[in-house]
């Protein structure tokens, strides 16, 4: 053997002696140990490659959904300064016929407001007079006259005419439901209407009931002849706003003016509404005589003709 190989081998030996070699268990330690660590550093990679990925998969999509929104600023939160408490307007109020939080409703009537007065009428319409029932039409056209309103009765003057503002009298005929078709009338009337100025309507019917008391008989009235007529007043409610009902007894006649033995009856009535009078005097045709039943009927249409008119 040479030189040198022997100097090796011997200092081999001498740090051999030097290392006490490692037991079993503390071996296996060792081993497990690396291998802990081996298993961390994988386990590391593996963490920092998906990472990576969910990164870049990240960055794609923002790229694709556009820019990202920057980060908001760490800081207490902002103070909204509170609003000015306004407040709340009253409750509208309504005019009469004003439906709060609107415009008047169209009823084809003009509304009136509080504190407001309508203009009163200046004149007497054709649709002030009533319509016959169908029944008691005779097919005579109704005409308008310029004729007295009333019988005289004796001397009676009234005060109320001087608040007349129009008057205008129609003259029509009637027949009887029950009378056949072709026959004569069976009366007529003298229809007028009068509009007053306000409170004289009222005292003209005051005057009228005053003007029969003073006037129970006189020469001819209502029945065309010499014969004395006799007057009366006759109760009456539930026509208008008030109302005067009288009657006018004549001896009857024929053709030749003898008497016959009974008598004609006339009825007049005067119906107040607000400031306008109607009056309905039933003249009857050729001796006949009226007939309460119908002369109450057709003042009833006379009373709605003139609300219609006035309303």
Same mark, same amino acid.
């Given at each position: 053997? +040479?030189?040198?190989?022997?100097?090796?081998?011997? +200092?081999?030996?001498?740090?051999?002696?030097?290392?006490?070699?490692?037991?079993?268990?503390? !071996?296996?330690?060792?081993?497990?140990?690396?291998?802990?660590?081996?298993?961390?550093?994988?386990? &590391?990679?593996? =963490?920092?490659?998906?990472?990576? &990925?969910?990164?870049?998969?990240?960055? #794609?999509?923002?790229?694709?959904?556009?820019?990202?929104?920057?980060?908001?600023?760490?800081?207490?939160? *902002? %103070?909204?300064?509170?609003?000015?408490?306004?407040? *709340?307007?009253?409750?509208?109020?309504?005019?009469?016929?004003?439906?709060?939080?609107?415009?008047?409703?169209?009823?084809?009537?003009?509304?009136?407001?509080?504190?407001? %007065? =309508?203009?009163?009428?200046?004149?007497?319409?054709?649709?002030?007079?009533?319509?016959?029932?169908?029944?008691?039409? %005779?097919?005579?056209?109704? #005409?308008?006259?310029?004729?007295?309103?009333?019988?005289? /009765?004796?001397? =009676?003057?009234?005060?109320?005419?001087?608040?007349?503002?129009?008057?205008?009298?129609?003259?029509?005929?009637?027949?009887?439901?029950?009378?056949?078709?072709?026959?004569?009338?069976?009366?007529?009337? =003298?229809?007028?209407? %009068? !509009?007053?100025?306000?409170?004289?309507?009222?005292?003209? /019917?005051?005057? !009228?009931?005053?003007?029969?008391?003073?006037?129970?008989?006189?020469?001819? #009235?209502?029945?065309?002849?010499?014969?004395?007529?006799? /007057?009366?007043?006759?109760?009456?409610?539930?026509?208008?706003?008030?109302?005067? &009902?009288?009657?006018?007894?004549?001896? *009857?006649?024929? #053709?030749?003016?003898?008497?016959?033995?009974?008598?004609?009856?006339? /009825?007049?009535?005067?119906?107040?509404?607000?400031? *306008?009078?109607?009056?309905?005097?039933?003249?009857?045709?050729?001796?006949?005589?009226?007939?309460?039943?119908?002369?109450?009927?057709?003042?009833?249409?006379?009373?709605?003709?003139?609300?219609?008119?006035?309303?």
């Amino acid at each position: 053997m +040479s030189r040198e190989l022997s100097e090796l081998y011997r +200092s081999l030996a001498e740090d051999a002696d030097e290392h006490t070699l490692a037991v079993p268990d503390d !071996l296996r330690r060792r081993v497990d140990r690396r291998a802990r660590l081996r298993m961390a550093g994988a386990a &590391l990679g593996s =963490a920092l490659l998906v990472g990576g &990925l969910a990164t870049g998969t990240g960055l #794609v999509l923002a790229e694709e959904r556009g820019p990202l929104a920057p980060p908001a600023a760490v800081g207490p939160p *902002a %103070t909204v300064p509170a609003s000015p408490t306004v407040p *709340a307007p009253p409750p509208a109020t309504a005019a009469p016929g004003v439906p709060t939080g609107g415009s008047p409703r169209a009823t084809g009537k003009p509304t009136v407001t509080a504190g407001s %007065t =309508a203009a009163p009428p200046r004149s007497v319409p054709d649709g002030a007079f009533f319509v016959q029932a169908a029944g008691n039409r %005779t097919g005579v056209t109704p #005409v308008f006259r310029d004729t007295q309103a009333l019988p005289a /009765l004796c001397d =009676a003057r009234y005060r109320s005419d001087a608040g007349i503002v129009q008057r205008r009298t129609r003259i029509l005929t009637y027949k009887l439901p029950r009378t056949p078709k072709g026959y004569v009338p069976d009366g007529s009337y =003298a229809n007028t209407v %009068t !509009l007053y100025r306000p409170g004289r309507a009222d005292e003209f /019917l005051r005057e !009228l009931r005053a003007a029969v008391r003073g006037c129970p008989a006189q020469p001819g #009235v209502g029945g065309g002849n010499a014969s004395t007529s006799r /007057l009366r007043l006759l109760a009456d409610d539930g026509f208008g706003d008030g109302s005067v &009902l009288f009657e006018i007894r004549t001896p *009857a006649r024929d #053709v030749d003016g003898n008497p016959t033995g009974g008598e004609e009856v006339r /009825l007049v009535r005067a119906i107040r509404v607000d400031d *306008a009078v109607t009056v309905l005097w039933e003249q009857g045709w050729e001796g006949t005589s009226s007939t309460r039943s119908q002369v109450d009927a057709d003042s009833r249409r006379a009373v709605d003709a003139i609300a219609d008119w006035l309303r």
